[in-house]
């Protein structure tokens, strides 16, 4: 299993571009969520699914838009980047039954810096 | 947004010595995770909780389910130099399928 892979690896963009961050996972799990990463703060939770077709927006999901059209894949879309989205963008994955999501599995991470 | 007292925020300690860490909640979890993470890389998975009162170890670390069910302990002891990084603890109340994050513990080993 090559676990949960994310591209590209590392992202420049000017304000006001649009892109696209991939997030792919070969475990079969149902749920799947982005973070993103800020010296100091943690990882905070910017959306979420739990299955194909489910999706529910975390803690700071201004700005991104999500969709789950297959179980496998979880792309995160920024509109129009803004230098506040500078960051660095983990995609986990884990397994989930009957409202409980086991432990999570994290991707390499895509390092976003918006001029 | 909601996040965990995670201490200490960082530490600096000698090859060998044991190291002690935390994660506080207002809030009651059902589980509880703890991640490592090094520069470059997302975190991994160390140790997961699901039981209060749990004490479960994985080699040197060892990690504790506080009783009331909104706090958690890590451990990891005779530290040796590839310990260095950012340790995370994450939480799960009932009900919920989100994890909560806390803000990381930065640990250096001096050799």
């Known amino acids: 299993n090559a676990g949960v892979t994310q591209t590209p690896k590392f992202q420049v963009l000017k304000t006001g571009q649009s892109m696209t961050l991939q997030c792919a996972q070969d475990?079969?799990?149902?749920?799947m969520s982005w973070y993103r990463q800020d010296p100091g703060m943690g990882l905070r939770l910017i959306h979420y699914?739990?299955?194909?077709?489910?999706?529910d927006q975390g803690e700071v999901p201004n700005g991104y838009n999500v969709s789950r059209s297959t179980t496998e894949d979880f792309p995160l879309r920024l509109l129009s980047a803004a230098p506040s989205q500078t960051s660095v963008y983990f995609c986990?994955?884990?397994?989930?039954?009957?409202?409980?999501?086991?432990?999570?599995?994290f991707g390499p991470g895509t390092r976003l810096t918006v001029l | 947004g909601q996040q965990l007292n995670q201490s200490p925020q960082s530490m600096f300690i000698q090859e060998g010595e044991d190291v002690s860490m935390n994660c506080t909640s207002s809030s009651i979890f059902n589980t509880w995770l703890w991640y490592k993470q090094e520069p470059g890389e997302g975190p991994v998975l160390l140790i997961a909780?699901?039981?209060?009162?749990e004490l479960t170890s994985n080699g040197r670390l060892t990690a504790q389910f506080g009783i009331t069910r909104k706090d958690s302990f890590l451990n990891i002891s005779a530290s040796i130099p590839s310990d260095v990084g950012i340790y995370f603890c994450a939480g799960q109340a009932s009900g919920t399928y989100k994890y909560i994050f806390g803000t990381g513990t930065r640990l250096k080993v001096l050799a």
């Open positions: 475990m079969n799990h149902e749920y």
């Open positions: 699914s739990v299955g194909a077709g489910i999706t």
């Open positions: 986990a994955s884990s397994y989930s039954s009957s409202g409980v999501t086991d432990t999570q599995y």
């Open positions: 909780l699901y039981k209060a009162g």
